[in-house]
């Protein structure tokens, strides 16, 4: 069951409802009406009448409703940089990044969608700032302005636009594959070669639909992946991974196909002795693309996470160097 929660940032005193619905865009009145559960205002249960003011703190329990729009929802978000056409964030490791099935609140659309409407009310501006609170109720591009996506459990770098043309102009850089994408893994084992690609067709695994794998010419879809070998010890790797293409579980079939599944990976990976307690070791670190009215690729970089600092301490492998 979603639950949502923010401050109140309005003139004067109006109902609750009527301030999550007309001022804070969360759902329609009618949709208050049907889905809501509880409701609290500064800790307290409260019905939907209840008058609020300025700095009240709420909460609100919702009846999930698949398939229905992405509800906007205040989240920490790690923001890399944020302009008036798009935000870019590092979006942490066990955050789905669209509400599915089992997922329908928590997302990174959830929360981009909160921030957007936050900054729109506030006037916007450039820079990476927070905004506070949830105020006005802007219109948003579709699937909160997302043109791609990670894993839940890839953490790193990923951009969203703000506007639907700054969405259709970051879509067609992913779609003709001008946009440029950088990962770091840490693998099981290593390639053969201190670099390479990775070049076949994937489709769903027939024995388990969670999972894909390698496929005949013409069955599936085309995946190209390139890689180099960025450090080796104690049998794991550091590799950097670029992404030619934009298949589900690219690079993580890949790995394993190569021989070095990731450490870490639930699903293409087998069980570690050395790292037991490893999750995905999967970020994307660095995206290049050209954001709206400028000639030249912006070049992003989201920061190496702990847990690959913990892991390349211990095998004695350079982190690496930071940087455009």
């Not at 501006?125 to 609170?133: K, Q, Y």
């Not at 790193?156 to 992913?174: K, M, P, S, Y």
């Not at 990775?198 to 769903?204: M, Q």
Request: proline share 6%; with cysteine.
């Amino acid at each position: 069951m979603p639950e949502y929660s923010g401050t109140v940032a309005a003139e004067g005193s109006l109902r609750l409802d009527r301030y999550l619905a007309e001022i804070a865009g969360l759902l329609s009145r009618s949709q208050l009406k049907s889905r809501v559960e509880a409701a609290y205002v500064n800790g307290k249960a409260v019905k939907l009448s209840k008058p609020v003011a300025a700095g009240d703190r709420f909460t609100v329990r919702v009846k999930d409703e698949e398939g229905g729009s992405t509800v906007a929802q205040e989240l920490p978000l790690s923001v890399l940089y944020e302009d008036g056409e798009v935000v870019v964030v590092d979006k942490a490791q066990g955050m789905v990044t669209h509400p599915a099935h089992g997922n329908w609140s928590g997302t990174l659309a959830n929360g981009l969608l909160w921030r957007m409407r936050a900054r729109s009310a506030a006037g916007g501006g450039e820079g990476g700032g927070e905004a506070g609170g949830m105020a006005g109720e802007a219109a948003a591009p579709a699937r909160a302005g997302i043109v791609h996506r990670l894993d839940k459990d890839t953490s790193g770098v990923i951009i969203a636009a703000r506007t639907a043309a700054a969405q259709d102009f970051l879509a067609a850089q992913f779609r003709d594959r001008s946009a440029r994408k950088l990962y770091l893994a840490i693998t099981q084992g290593r390639p053969r070669e201190d670099r390479g690609r990775a070049d076949g067709w994937l489709a769903r695994d027939p024995r388990d639909r969670k999972r894909f794998a390698p496929a005949a010419e013409g069955v599936g879809k085309r995946a190209v992946s390139d890689w180099k070998v960025l450090g080796f010890s104690g049998g794991y790797a550091l590799l950097a991974l670029s992404p030619r293409t934009g298949r589900t579980h690219q690079l993580r079939v890949h790995c394993r196909q190569l021989g070095c599944p990731i450490l870490g990976d639930p699903i293409y990976g087998r069980k570690d002795g050395r790292f037991p307690q490893a999750s995905l070791m999967l970020h994307a670190w660095r995206l290049a693309i050209r954001l709206p009215g400028r000639e030249e690729p912006s070049r992003f970089e989201a920061p190496l996470p702990d847990r690959f600092k913990t892991i390349l301490d211990a095998l004695g492998l350079p982190a690496p160097e930071g940087g455009a």
